[in-house]
């Protein structure tokens, strides 16, 4: 199955909002087209992923499992939108 994916070169100014870091795992709207969410879910050990972003940095993604050596204090939890 192919599953695209794209990443930004440029961000446009007139979003009104700090772009500096954008990120988009979105659900596909096309069943012929599924996304990388649409692909990897039910598949992974936990549905859930993490991000660890750096300012100036190297971050990490990581699908299906939480990097403990990676955070200090709580996680937070946020409820996915649902797929339409």
């Not at 969410?37 to 190297?58: E, M, Y």
């Amino acid at each position: 199955m192919k599953v695209g994916l794209a990443m930004s070169t440029s961000i446009p100014t007139n979003l009104g909002v700090d772009a500096s870091c954008v990120v988009g795992l979105p659900w596909s709207s096309d069943p012929t087209q599924p996304s990388f969410l649409d692909v990897v879910k039910g598949k992974l050990s936990n549905d859930l992923f993490t991000v660890d972003l750096r300012d100036k940095g190297i971050g990490m993604f990581n699908f299906g499992w939480i990097d403990d050596l990676a955070h200090t204090g709580s996680i937070a939890y946020a409820a996915n939108k649902p797929n339409k």
